[in-house]
């Protein structure tokens, strides 16, 4: 079973995404893992734009064969990106997101602004939303979003961190508290702030265990002040903003466990059909038929549960709170079948799998490892999903 719920269009649509990235993303995988080349980055993200890809969520501004595009077809990018270079697939995804609100929430002038440079691959966002002492439970934001009335500015205070591209993103979506005397989930707002403005700081970048290439550091806001426009959607209105971009994200993120499961799935059965051991080939052996079923499975599992989720995102009869539990799935099952079969590769090539000189088994091991802790941790999306399944109790996180 491949593809069960992609009709023909879907499927056409994913060639013309894998030759284009097997030109574009292929070439320069090596430079983005070996070197962290962003330059190698922004090449291909451009080329993206340049072809249509990175507007496939908003049908307004897309001007490709898609007789409708959506979120099924930004999660057969990510999927296909993920297989080549999970690194450079965040950087896309985190651009997505960040043009995601700004589509929907902000006021015109301000999306032409900013949208735009986003969409056509000329530039990159960034979401800021984890600080020091919060990640799933944004409760605890300490970031301060206040207005000033005498000059009409929003005055931004804080610190960010783990912020997929930091540093190098042209536009930051913002988010912290602009009402401190109610709960943070209604009080809370977000801004647009261009990377120029006064009192923005990148105090550093993080070097990770995997996704080499893929620049994640911390945001500091001293005093920075926007204009009163660039708030997004309404004031206190921050933590409904963030809601709806968390489903159609793990739906990507649902894409991007696919994509690194299925490069891995490939490298262990390349091997297993071709490593002699004690005189057969290694997929002769009973152990490892069932490491190779057991990814199979799971990753039939994971591709129905994701497109599922998108499809669902597509028709668009489903409220944010109904497609809450849809996407969660999608991103727990995909991200874990991820872990799952870079860890089972990993040991079938045995020494192979640990070193460079012998393949992608051993950067595919540590990239896959982020995905079961970025954007919600499986923790928290299985709380999500256990919210929904148990609605006469809150479960105690």
């Not at 962003?38 to 291909?44: D, E």
């Not at 005093?223 to 159609?248: K, Q, Y």
Request: proline share 4%; glycine share 8%; with cysteine.
């Amino acid at each position: 079973m491949k593809d069960f719920l992609l009709n023909d269009e879907d499927r056409a649509f994913r060639q013309d995404v894998r030759t284009l990235l097997h030109n574009e993303l292929t070439p320069r995988a090596a430079e983005i893992e070996d070197h962290e080349d962003w330059g190698a980055v922004k090449a291909v993200v451009q080329a993206l734009g340049q072809a249509g890809y990175l507007a496939l969520m908003f049908r307004d501004l897309y001007h490709g064969p898609l007789s409708a595009p959506g979120l099924t077809h930004a999660t057969i990018l990510s999927e296909e990106a993920a297989a080549i270079n999970y690194a450079f697939e965040t950087t896309i995804a985190t651009a997505i997101s960040c043009a995601y609100p700004l589509h929907h929430y902000a006021q015109h002038s301000i999306r032409d602004r900013y949208l735009r440079g986003i969409v056509d691959g000329s530039e990159v966002g960034a979401i800021c939303v984890t600080e020091p002492n919060i990640g799933s439970d944004s409760s605890g934001m300490e970031t301060s979003i206040q207005y000033d009335s005498q000059t009409d500015e929003w005055i931004i205070n804080g610190f960010k961190r783990y912020i997929s591209n930091a540093s190098v993103a042209d536009t930051y979506i913002v988010y912290g508290i602009s009402n401190p005397d109610v709960v943070p989930q209604k009080g809370m707002s977000a801004v647009v702030v261009p990377k120029a403005t006064a009192g923005i700081r990148f105090p550093r970048n993080y070097t990770f265990m995997g996704r080499r290439g893929c620049i994640v550091g911390e945001v500091e806001f001293r005093n920075c002040r926007v204009p009163a426009d660039h708030l997004l959607g309404r004031r206190d209105e921050g933590f409904r903003i963030m809601l709806s971009m968390f489903n159609f994200e793990r739906v990507i993120l649902g894409g991007s466990g696919l994509g690194v499961a299925r490069s891995a799935f490939a490298i262990a059965t390349d091997h297993a059909q071709e490593r002699i051991s004690f005189g057969q080939k290694l997929g002769c052996k009973q152990l490892i038929w069932d490491k190779i079923a057991q990814m199979s499975w799971r990753i039939d599992s994971a591709e129905l549960i994701t497109y599922r989720a998108a499809k669902l995102y597509d028709a668009g009869a489903l409220s944010p709170k109904e497609l809450m539990k849809p996407a969660s799935m999608a991103k727990l099952v995909s991200t874990e079948t991820a872990n799952f079969c870079a860890d089972q590769t990993v040991q079938i090539l045995g020494g192979d799998g640990l070193t460079k000189e012998f393949g992608r088994a051993e950067q595919i091991y540590r990239d896959a490892r982020a995905l079961s802790i970025v954007g919600g941790t499986s923790e928290m999306v299985k709380y999500l999903i256990a919210s929904i399944d148990l609605p006469h109790i809150k479960p105690n996180l």
